[in-house]
C-alpha cells in the first residue's frame, strides 16, 4: 500500500472543485469593458485587412465583382468564424469561467479522467500544446502589423513622412514594451473610451460613402457574391482567402479573455457594437473605391482605410488608429502572460519570475524574460519585413492553425462532453472545418513570402514545452525509483536520529516516499527537527481551487506530517501564506522557527530510454536557467536550505 493512502483530505471531494470565476459590474458595464481590451486585435483589422485584397502580394482589380465579393466574404467570415463559431459554441466550453486553449485542454483532460475516452488524450494535449505554441508567434506578429500599418498612415498625410515610418512604430513599440513592470491598471483604464471612439468613427466613416451608395449592404450580405467571386476567379479567390481571414484574426482571444469579462458581455458588445461598426467600416471602405475613376482607384486602394477620411481629419485618424493599434498590442502582449503563466503552472514550461503589477487585480502580471523577449522580437521584424504589407504575408498562419486546432478540441468537447446529437453536431463541425481548412490552406501559400516565420517559431516553442513536460517527468520518475517508504523511514530514522526544536518542511513533487532533501539532511546533519513536513503543491486543472478545499493533511505519527496544498492554474502559489492558514498541523506556523528544504537536481545526460540525447541536453539547460523553487513559492529567503543531488535520465 502507498503512502498516499494514509492521507487524509480535508476536503469534500476528491477533487478540489474551483470557484466560478466571478464578474462584477452589470452587464452594460462589462461588455463596454470588453470592447477596450478584447476587441482590440480584431477592431483594428480594417487598417490593413481590405487593402491587402487589393493591394497585397496578390492584388485583385478593385472592380464591383471582387469588391462585392471580398465584402461577402468578410461578413461571412465573421457569422461563421466569431458569432458562430466562437461566440456561440466555444465560449460555451469554459473551464470554470476561465477560456483558452490551455484551458480547454485542461478541461477535456479532468472529463476524460471520468472515464472518457482516455485514446484521445494524448492527441489532445499534443495538439493544445501546439495551439499554445503558435500563439507565441502571433503574439510577435501582432504588435508589429499593427503599429506600423498605423504609423504608415501617415504617408497619407505627408508623403514625404515615409522615411520616420520605421524609426516611429520602433519607438512606440519600446515605449509599449517598456510601460508592461509598470502594470497596465491605470492605462488600462483609458482603453474602453478610447476604443469606442475609435469603433465610432470607424461607423462614422463607413456610413458616410453607404449613404451614397447604401445597395453595397444588400451586395455584403449576399452570399451569392463570394460565390460568383470563386467561380470567376478560382486560384485569384482562394489565394484572397489569405487576406480576407486578417478581418477576423483576433477571434481567439474573445475565447482567451473570456476569464476578464464572461461569455454574455463578450457577446453582446459584439452582436451589438463592434461587428457593426468593423462590417460599416468595410463597406464604406469598399463604396469609396467603387465611387472613384479605375486610376485613382488603384492609387486609393494602396490605403483605403485613412482615405476615407477627408485632408483635415486624417491626422487625427492616424492618431487614433495608432492608439488603437498599442491597445491590440496591449492585449496580445497581457495574453502571452496569462498564456505563460498557465503553461507554468500546467507543468509545460520551467518556472520563471512572475510579478504581480496590481494589487487587486490577479491576472495582471509581468513576466520579464517573456516581455523582453517578444519586443526584440517585434523590432526584428518590423526592421526585417519593413512594411505592414510585407507583414501581411506572415500573419494569418498561426492564426488560422489556432483556429483549426480550437475546431478539433471543440469536436471532442461536442461528442464525448455535451453529447450533442450526431447530426447536428456533425453539419456544425463540417462547415467549421470546411472554413477552417480552406483558410490555413491559403495562409499555406505565403509562407515562402514570409509565413515560415509562425511556423518556425511556433516548432521551437513547441519543443521548448514538450521537452521540458516530458523531462520533468522522467527526472521525477528516476527520483522515485531511489525513495524509501515513508513507514519504513520513521520507523528506523525518526526514533534513532536526535530531534531539534522547530519546524521542517521537505518539498517534495511526489506522494509517495521520503524526499531527497529529507535523506540528505539526515545523513550530512544526522539530526531530525520536532515537527516535519513533507509539503507537496499540486496544480489543479482548473482556474480556481476554493479556499476552504486547498489542503490536504495526513499525520505520519512522530511529528511527521504529509501536506499537500492544491491551486488552480490561474492562481498564483505562496506558501508561506497557505501554511499560515493552516490549523491541526501540530500549532500554528511561525517562519522564525521553520527552514525550508529544497533539492537542487544536476542532470547527467544518458543513453536511457526517455528522451533522445539532444532533448535532455536542452531539458538541462532549461532546469539550470529555471526560477529558483524559493523565489517561486515565495519562500522567505533566510529559511531555505538547498541541498544538490545529480539525477541520470
Known amino acids: 500500500m502507498t503512502d498516499t493512502a494514509a492521507v487524509a483530505p480535508l476536503l469534500p471531494a476528491d477533487r478540489p472543485p474551483a470557484s466560478a470565476h466571478h464578474h462584477q459590474g452589470s452587464l452594460g458595464k462589462l461588455a463596454l469593458g470588453a470592447v477596450g481590451v478584447v476587441y482590440g486585435d480584431i477592431g483594428t483589422s480594417p487598417i490593413y485587412a481590405f487593402r491587402e485584397t487589393f493591394a497585397g502580394h496578390h492584388p485583385l482589380n478593385p472592380d464591383p465583382l471582387h469588391i462585392y465579393g471580398v465584402l461577402s466574404l468578410i461578413f461571412w467570415s465573421m457569422m461563421l468564424v466569431v458569432t458562430l463559431k466562437y461566440i456561440a459554441i466555444i465560449t460555451r466550453a469554459d473551464n470554470k469561467g476561465e477560456g483558452g486553449s490551455l484551458a480547454l485542454l485542461a478541461l477535456i483532460n479532468r472529463s476524460t479522467e471520468g472515464g472518457g475516452p482516455r485514446r484521445w488524450t494524448a492527441g489532445i494535449v499534443m495538439l493544445g500544446v501546439f495551439a499554445t505554441a503558435l500563439f507565441y508567434g502571433d503574439s510577435m506578429i501582432t504588435p508589429a502589423i499593427s503599429v506600423l500599418s498605423a504609423v504608415e498612415g501617415l504617408t497619407t498625410v505627408e508623403s514625404s513622412f515615409q522615411p520616420f515610418v520605421i524609426p516611429i512604430a520602433i519607438g512606440i513599440l519600446i515605449g509599449l514594451f517598456a510601460m508592461q513592470s509598470r502594470g497596465t491598471a491605470k492605462v488600462g483604464a483609458l482603453f474602453g473610451p478610447i476604443m469606442i471612439v475609435y469603433f465610432v468613427t470607424l461607423a462614422a466613416l463607413g456610413i ?333 486543472d482548473v482556474p480556481y481551487v476554493e479556499p476552504g478545499c486547498q489542503y490536504e493533511l495526513a499525520d505520519l505519527g512522530s511529528g511527521f506530517y504529509r501536506l499537500v496544498i492544491h491551486y488552480g492554474f490561474m492562481e498564483e502559489v505562496d506558501v508561506p501564506a497557505a501554511l499560515a492558514k493552516l490549523e491541526g498541523c501540530g500549532g500554528l506556523f511561525k517562519m522564525m522557527d521553520t527552514s525550508f528544504f529544497l533539492a537542487r537536481q544536476t542532470l547527467i545526460t544518458s543513453s536511457r530510454p526517455g528522451m533522445a540525447i539532444w532533448r535532455e541536453k536542452l531539458f538541462a539547460w532549461m532546469l539550470r536557467n529555471a526560477e529558483s523553487a524559493m523565489e517561486f513559492f515565495k519562500l522567505p529567503t533566510n529559511r531555505v536550505v538547498e541541498l544538490g543531488s545529480q539525477v541520470e535520465i
Open 208 to 540: 458616410f460613402y453607404i449613404a451614397s451608395a447604401p445597395g453595397i449592404i444588400v451586395e455584403t450580405l449576399n452570399p451569392m457574391n463570394a460565390v460568383n467571386f470563386f467561380v470567376t476567379d478560382r486560384w485569384l479567390a482562394f489565394l484572397a482567402l489569405g487576406s480576407v481571414v486578417l478581418a477576423v484574426t483576433g477571434a481567439e482571444a474573445l475565447y482567451a479573455d473570456m476569464g476578464h469579462f464572461g461569455r454574455k458581455p463578450i457577446g453582446l458588445s459584439w452582436l451589438v457594437f463592434v461587428m457593426p461598426a468593423l462590417m460599416l467600416n468595410y463597406m464604406g471602405q469598399g463604396a469609396m473605391i467603387l465611387s472613384l475613376p479605375p486610376a485613382e482607384a488603384l492609387e486609393v486602394v494602396k490605403n483605403p482605410f485613412f482615405f476615407l477620411a477627408s485632408d483635415a481629419f486624417r491626422l487625427p485618424l492616424v492618431i487614433l488608429a495608432t492608439l488603437a493599434t498599442i491597445i491590440a498590442s496591449q492585449a496580445v502582449i497581457s495574453g502571452a502572460f496569462s498564456v505563460t503563466q498557465q503553461a507554468i503552472q500546467l507543468g509545460f514550461i520551467p518556472r520563471l519570475r512572475i510579478l504581480h503589477t496590481s494589487a487587486s487585480a490577479a491576472g495582471q502580471i509581468y513576466i520579464p524574460v517573456v516581455n523582453w523577449a517578444l519586443m526584440v522580437m517585434v523590432i526584428l521584424l518590423v526592421v526585417t519585413f519593413g512594411s505592414s504589407s510585407n507583414l501581411a504575408a506572415a500573419y494569418g498562419i498561426a492564426v488560422t492553425g489556432a483556429m483549426f486546432i480550437d475546431s478539433v478540441l471543440i469536436a471532442v468537447v461536442l461528442f464525448s462532453l455535451w453529447r450533442w446529437n450526431k447530426l447536428l453536431a456533425g453539419l456544425l463541425l463540417a462547415v467549421f472545418f470546411i472554413v477552417d481548412i480552406a483558410y490555413f490552406g491559403a495562409n499555406l501559400m505565403k509562407v515562402p513570402d514570409g509565413g515560415w516565420f509562425p511556423l518556425l517559431v511556433g516548432a521551437v516553442a513547441f519543443t521548448l514545452l514538450t521537452t521540458w513536460a516530458k523531462g520533468r517527468k522522467l527526472m521525477i520518475n528516476r527520483m522515485n525509483e531511489a525513495s524509501m517508504p515513508i513507514g519504513v523511514f520513521i520507523k528506523s530514522a525518526a526514533n534513532s536520529a536526535a530531534r531539534v526544536p522547530g519546524t521542517a518542511v521537505f518539498m517534495t513533487t511526489s506522494l509517495d516516499g521520503i524526499p531527497h532533501a529529507l535523506l540528505h539532511n539526515l545523513k550530512h546533519n544526522k539530526v531530525l527537527h520536532d515537527r516535519v513536513i513533507l509539503l507537496t503543491i499540486r496544480i489543479e
